[in-house]
C-alpha cells in the first residue's frame, strides 16, 4: 500500500436518545439532541425509501436520494450509494409499553433490509448486495 492510501472506511454511529421526548422528560440541550437525532433518522429513512423506489423502477422515473439533508446522510452516502456494506443493528425493547416504538423500529429496519446494493471501487453505483438488519 501506498501512503496516504484509503484501504477501508468504517462508520459507527450510534443513534441512542431517539425515544419519545415526553416519555423522558428530556429539556434543554438533551431536547435539542433528540431532535436532532430524530431529524436525522428521518433523513436516513427517506434516503432508504428512495433508494428502495429507485431499485424498483426504471432508470427514467428514479428520484433523488437527499444525501445533503442531514450530516448522517452525507457521511454514510458512498456506503449506502453502493460503494460498500451496511450493517444496521436496531434494539427494541420486551416492554408492553414500548410496543409502539419497538414496531416502528422493525419497520424501519425492514425497509433498509430491502435495499441492495453491490459495493464497487468506482464511483458508479451498482445494487445488488443486501443491507443486513
Do not use: F
Amino acid at each position: 500500500y501506498k501512503l496516504g492510501e484509503q484501504i477501508a472506511k468504517l462508520i459507527v454511529c450510534d443513534l441512542a436518545g431517539s425515544e419519545r421526548t415526553n416519555r423522558t422528560h428530556n429539556t434543554g440541550a438533551r431536547l435539542r439532541e433528540a431532535a436532532n437525532i430524530n431529524q436525522s433518522l428521518m433523513v436516513l429513512g427517506r434516503c432508504l425509501e428512495l433508494l428502495r423506489w429507485n431499485q424498483n423502477h426504471p432508470p427514467a422515473q428514479r428520484r433523488v436520494v437527499p444525501y445533503r439533508d442531514a450530516k448522517i446522510t452525507r457521511l454514510m452516502q458512498g456506503t449506502l450509494s453502493g460503494n460498500g456494506k451496511t450493517v444496521m443493528i436496531v434494539n427494541v425493547s420486551p416492554c408492553v409499553r414500548d410496543i409502539d416504538e419497538t414496531v416502528h423500529v422493525l419497520n424501519y429496519s425492514s425497509v433498509a433490509k430491502e435495499v441492495i446494493n453491490i459495493p464497487t471501487n468506482s464511483g458508479t453505483p451498482k445494487r445488488k448486495m443486501q443491507l443486513a438488519t
